[in-house]
């Protein structure tokens, strides 16, 4: 069962993400992303983070996402135009972006143990409440980073309200 | 059952729980939309629908007949795929949310070596953040179908129902924290289990003072679901019908039953937080009467009963309240519910804090 919602729900992910580049409506686009962040939400919940699926699905298909399709439907964006594409990234990037995927894959597959692998579906069966587990390693642990991210966040914000504050 | 596995059998019962309980909400659709023609009707000194069959009962009927026999159209200028698919996304993620909904009291039924909980789909650890979750995919199906159709008239309604879902979604989901920090949990069996102890005076709308969330997640929800006073997205003297306008036939009748199924999940989360969910108002008053089956079909009873007055509230409020202005309408979410909804957190989590001591 978890590996058939991992096979399906992967294949899902990969699937969008390429759909995402190859579209040429930025609508489109932006939809893939959506269809890839539910399916990454799915794989977390099939992991035994239940909590971090809902965040996923709330924070980033609900209301980030939302947002890129409003932006894209208030500046009636049109389809983008093909290029034929420079020749340095046909000839740096497919080899960098493979050197890339190779790398991160084999730091992911040889050091799994330190970072805290778990088998697929490990605590689908039993999934404890992790909520309270998370907020302890947020709100206790972690507190100094997460308030100085929440301060960052705040910084950003004000400045896009001054950035776009018409000059009276 | 015996040649079945017990995967097999868990998930033929929960397939059965599912079409039951989505055939249940369907016809509770077509019902409230008559109760909302009638109820209006009366509001406004007039009958409403009354031909078909007594008092109007096969009213719903003939209007799913007539949808259905209706011709399809296709804008020519519509983004075809898109244009299909918001339909769906509406109607499904208005359904989905209900599968989190505890219908009646825990009731387990043992079939194959499965003991299967018949009164909810799925009972999950986190089902308030699944509704709330599933409710902001919802607006995709609006965003699109407004985009999607090519129409300026429909691109502004679903630009106003899109922005409108996005502010009011925040303190519809802050109205709820003093809720949970109560409950301790974001199970809605918990947050049920929470009220139950003393009957209506624990609910959390009265014992658990919570009466100021509770008014911030009406007025959010009403606008949530794009009803009067706030319905901007489809207000038909500006907009000819906002961000359905180019639909027709089924795919209309989609919108219109998407519409109405939110306004049935969101009297249900109403009920289960703010009103003791399916537990009696009385709490342990009068002694239990009847046997096992009363007391299984009871608790129903009184979700039905707190449901359906939820929704002749939404009815009533239609009937009296007229439409606000944009700009009111988003001022009174920023300005007013939203520095509320935190000030009802801080209120809470200290008076919590207070009483841990």
Same mark, same amino acid.
Request: charged share 10%.
């Given at each position: 069962m978890q590996l058939a919602l991992f096979i399906i729900f992967g294949?899902l992910a990969?699937?969008? +993400?390429?759909?995402?580049?190859?579209?040429?409506?930025?609508?489109?686009?932006?939809?893939?992303?959506?269809?890839?962040m539910m399916s990454l939400a799915v794989l977390y919940w099939s992991l035994g983070a239940e909590f971090l699926a809902a965040a996923q699905v709330i924070v980033y298909s609900g209301?980030?996402?939302?947002?890129?399709?409003?932006?894209?439907?208030?500046?009636?964006?049109?389809?983008?135009?093909?290029?034929?594409?420079?020749? +340095?990234?046909?000839?740096?990037?497919?080899?960098?972006?493979?050197?890339?995927?190779?790398?991160?894959?084999?730091?992911?597959?040889?050091?799994r143990?330190?970072l805290g692998a778990v088998s697929l579906g490990g605590h689908l069966n039993h999934a404890v409440s992790n909520i309270s587990e998370i907020s302890t390693l947020l709100f206790?642990?972690?507190?100094?980073?997460?308030?100085?991210?929440?301060?960052?966040?705040?910084?950003?914000?004000?400045?896009?309200?001054?950035?776009?504050?018409?000059?009276? | 059952?015996?040649?079945?596995t017990e995967f097999q059998t868990f998930l033929?019962l929960s397939i =059965?729980k599912v079409? /039951?309980?989505?055939?249940?909400?369907?016809?509770?659709?077509?019902?409230?939309?008559?109760?909302?023609?009638?109820?209006?009707?009366?509001?406004?000194?007039?009958?409403?629908?009354?031909?078909?069959?007594?008092?109007? *009962?096969? &009213?719903?009927?003939?209007?799913?007949?007539? *949808?259905?026999?209706?011709?399809?159209?296709?804008?020519?200028? !519509?983004?075809?795929?898109?244009?299909?698919? %918001?339909?769906?996304?509406?109607?499904?993620?208005?359904?989905i949310s209900i599968a989190v909904v505890p @219908?009646?009291?825990v009731q387990h039924v043992t079939?194959?070596g499965i003991s299967v909980d018949i009164f909810n789909i799925a009972d999950l650890d986190i089902g308030l953040l699944v509704i709330l979750g599933i409710?902001?995919i919802?607006?995709?199906?609006?965003?699109?179908?407004?985009?999607?159709?090519?129409?300026?008239? !429909?691109?502004?309604? $679903?630009?106003?129902?899109?922005? &409108?879902?996005?502010?009011?979604?925040?303190?519809?989901?802050?109205?709820l924290?003093?809720?949970v =920090?109560?409950a301790q949990s974001l199970s809605l069996r918990a947050i049920v289990n929470s &009220?139950?102890?003393?009957?209506?005076?624990?609910?959390?709308? #009265?014992?658990?003072?919570?009466?100021? !969330?509770?008014?911030?997640?009406?007025?959010?929800?009403?606008?949530?679901?794009?009803? %009067?006073?706030?319905?901007?997205?489809?207000?038909?003297?500006?907009?000819?019908?906002?961000?359905?306008?180019?639909?027709? $036939?089924?795919? #209309?009748?989609? @919108?219109?039953?998407?519409?109405?199924?939110?306004?049935?999940?969101?009297?249900?989360?109403?009920?289960l937080?703010?009103?003791?969910?399916?537990? $009696?108002?009385?709490?342990?008053?009068?002694?239990?009467?009847?046997?096992?089956?009363?007391? !299984?079909?009871?608790?129903?009873?009184?979700?039905? /009963?707190?449901? @359906?007055?939820?929704?002749? =509230?939404?009815?009533?409020?239609?009937?009296?309240?007229?439409? #606000?202005?944009?700009?009111?309408?988003? $001022?009174?979410?920023?300005?007013?519910?939203?520095?509320?909804?935190?000030?009802?957190?801080?209120?809470?989590?200290? /008076?919590?804090? *207070?009483? %841990?001591?």
């Amino acid at each position: 069962m978890q590996l058939a919602l991992f096979i399906i729900f992967g294949a899902l992910a990969v699937a969008g +993400a390429l759909n995402f580049l190859f579209q040429r409506h930025p609508i489109n686009s932006a939809l893939s992303l959506v269809v890839v962040m539910m399916s990454l939400a799915v794989l977390y919940w099939s992991l035994g983070a239940e909590f971090l699926a809902a965040a996923q699905v709330i924070v980033y298909s609900g209301a980030i996402m939302v947002l890129f399709v409003f932006v894209v439907m208030l500046l009636n964006a049109g389809e983008e135009e093909r290029t034929r594409g420079s020749r +340095a990234a046909y000839v740096a990037g497919f080899p960098g972006a493979a050197a890339i995927f190779c790398l991160l894959s084999f730091v992911f597959l040889t050091e799994r143990k330190a970072l805290g692998a778990v088998s697929l579906g490990g605590h689908l069966n039993h999934a404890v409440s992790n909520i309270s587990e998370i907020s302890t390693l947020l709100f206790r642990d972690l507190l100094l980073p997460f308030e100085v991210t929440s301060i960052l966040i705040l910084v950003a914000i004000l400045g896009a309200v001054v950035l776009a504050r018409k000059e009276q | 059952m015996s040649h079945l596995t017990e995967f097999q059998t868990f998930l033929l019962l929960s397939i =059965l729980k599912v079409v /039951v309980v989505v055939v249940i909400t369907l016809t509770a659709v077509a019902y409230t939309v008559l109760l909302e023609r009638k109820v209006l009707g009366r509001i406004q000194n007039r009958w409403g629908p009354s031909r078909v069959g007594p008092f109007g *009962l096969l &009213q719903p009927l003939a209007d799913g007949i007539k *949808l259905f026999l209706k011709e399809e159209l296709l804008p020519l200028a !519509a983004e075809k795929p898109l244009f299909i698919i %918001a339909p769906i996304i509406a109607l499904s993620c208005s359904l989905i949310s209900i599968a989190v909904v505890p @219908f009646g009291q825990v009731q387990h039924v043992t079939a194959n070596g499965i003991s299967v909980d018949i009164f909810n789909i799925a009972d999950l650890d986190i089902g308030l953040l699944v509704i709330l979750g599933i409710t902001s995919i919802g607006v995709y199906g609006i965003a699109l179908s407004g985009w999607s159709s090519n129409n300026k008239f !429909a691109l502004l309604g $679903s630009l106003r129902a899109t922005s &409108q879902m996005i502010s009011y979604e925040l303190a519809l989901g802050l109205s709820l924290v003093g809720v949970v =920090l109560r409950a301790q949990s974001l199970s809605l069996r918990a947050i049920v289990n929470s &009220q139950s102890a003393h009957g209506l005076l624990s609910w959390n709308v #009265f014992g658990g003072l919570q009466f100021v !969330a509770f008014f911030i997640y009406l007025m959010a929800a009403y606008a949530e679901t794009n009803r %009067a006073p706030f319905d901007l997205p489809e207000a038909e003297s500006e907009l000819i019908a906002g961000y359905h306008t180019e639909y027709s $036939s089924m795919k #209309f009748a989609m @919108f219109f039953m998407a519409e109405y199924a939110n306004m049935i999940t969101v009297a249900c989360v109403a009920t289960l937080l703010f009103f003791g969910g399916p537990s $009696s108002p009385f709490g342990n008053l009068f002694p239990a009467i009847g046997g096992p089956i009363i007391a !299984a079909i009871l608790p129903i009873f009184w979700f039905v /009963v707190k449901v @359906f007055a939820f929704l002749l =509230l939404y009815i009533w409020v239609r009937g009296t309240l007229p439409r #606000f202005r944009y700009d009111q309408l988003m $001022s009174f979410g920023w300005k007013f519910l939203l520095p509320l909804a935190m000030a009802n957190i801080v209120f809470t989590s200290l /008076v919590l804090a *207070l009483h %841990a001591k």
